[in-house]
């Protein structure tokens, strides 16, 4: 079991900034760390992922160039920094753990329980 608390969401501008945090807890923190959203109405989406060694990062065609995904396996947290922010950006962000290299939310195992990222003017 994995335990996963995000934070870091909150209302912003368009065309501003967030950082999202996802701290892990309970088994090792040796797995593929991913961030995914949902808008109201929508199915989760897939925005970003991260392997464990960071030799490999993906990123949905939507995110490409404004988000960044990363993580300090030391303090067992994924981050998600987040530029030019869109209102369509605006969604519950939730992170999440995998075995496997995926932007499929099927092929993750544990997830945490959102944040909320508003971009409204």
């Known amino acids: 079991q994995i335990h996963l608390v995000e934070s870091g969401g909150g209302l912003v501008q368009p065309g501003g900034s967030l950082r999202l945090s996802c701290v892990a807890s309970?088994?090792?923190?040796?797995?593929?760390m991913g961030w995914f959203r949902q808008a109201p109405g929508k199915g989760r989406e897939f925005v970003a992922a991260?392997?464990?060694?960071?030799?490999?990062?993906l990123y949905a065609d939507s995110v490409k160039g404004r988000f960044t995904i990363s993580r300090d396996n030391a303090e067992n947290t994924v981050y998600l920094r987040m530029d030019s922010l869109k209102p369509e950006d605006t969604a519950v962000y939730y992170c999440?753990?995998?075995?496997?290299?995926?932007?499929?939310?099927?092929?993750?195992?544990?997830w945490g329980q959102g944040t909320q990222v508003t971009v409204s003017s």
């Open positions: 999440a753990s995998s075995r496997a290299f995926s932007d499929s939310p099927s092929s993750y195992d544990f």
């Open positions: 309970g088994r090792s923190f040796n797995y593929t």
């Open positions: 991260i392997t464990w060694l960071r030799e490999s990062t």
